[in-house]
């Protein structure tokens, strides 16, 4: 069954450190890789995707994910995080009905 | 531009009492459309998807049911609500021209079952 592993349930930084969030997938197909964000009180909105081409995606707010394809990864990172990345993060992977598959999320909380 | 809209934004039920939640997408045709719901540590879970009126495919074995009435709005559905029903129940749609879209999802309806 498809499936998406999220390693960290919690995470917490200060202002400025680096952010990586591990993400992997079981699906055996050609993958469409997503990242959605959820900030407190708003909606679920995309972050980046990857469909094809370049494994290094960048998406909005500074953050990128690459998808490495022998390792089944595809982690999301920011250089210097702010406060107001504080939110929860969501990697999901397209299966095969067109549904998302999205892994448990990890909250982000970073102190200012 | 598309929006998506869902209503109520919390509701508060006893058990055994029914539900309807509703999802409505403007300034798009034919979408795909999904309900999910997230539950407590547990992420998203995809309940149904609909690719067009009156098409309904169920991910999930429940007491939960969804129709399709128009072309651009998805309802939730339950005769009898259960404790384990509560949760955040998210709509989402995709434009239908292949599997190579991004979905987007709507701000959500919060469900206390008590």
């Known amino acids: 069954a498809q499936s998406v592993s999220q390693h960290n349930h919690h995470v917490i930084l200060s202002e400025a450190a680096s952010l990586e969030l591990g993400c992997n997938y079981s699906?055996?197909?050609?993958?469409?890789l997503f990242w959605y964000v959820q900030y407190p009180g708003q909606h679920l909105q995309l972050l980046l995707k990857y469909f094809s081409g370049d494994p290094l995606v960048k998406g909005i707010k500074g953050f990128e994910a690459e998808f490495i394809k022998s390792k089944f990864s595809f982690n999301l990172r920011k250089p210097s995080v702010q406060w107001s990345d504080t939110a929860e993060y969501f990697c999901?992977?397209?299966?095969?009905?067109?549904?998302?598959?999205f892994g448990k999320g990890t909250k982000l909380s970073v102190k200012p | 531009s598309q929006t998506i809209h869902q209503w109520p934004a919390t509701l508060v039920q006893p058990v055994g009492s029914p539900l309807s939640l509703e999802c409505t997408v403007e300034?798009?045709?034919?979408?795909?459309l999904y309900w999910y719901r997230q539950a407590a540590g547990r992420g998203l879970q995809l309940l149904f998807y609909?690719?067009?009126?009156?098409?309904i495919s169920s991910e999930v074995p429940q007491n939960l049911s969804a129709s399709r009435p128009q072309d651009r709005q998805f309802i939730l559905s339950s005769k009898k609500l259960l404790l384990s029903d509560s949760g955040f129940y998210l709509c989402?749609?995709?434009?239908?021209?292949?599997?190579?879209?991004?979905?987007?999802f709507g701000p959500g309806t919060r469900l206390l079952v008590l």
């Open positions: 999901a992977v397209k299966g095969s009905q067109g549904n998302l598959i």
């Open positions: 300034g798009t045709s034919n979408p795909n």
């Open positions: 609909s690719v067009g009126i009156g098409q």
């Open positions: 989402a749609w995709e434009s239908q021209w292949g599997v190579a879209e991004t979905q987007y």
């Open positions: 699906y055996g197909g050609t993958v469409n």
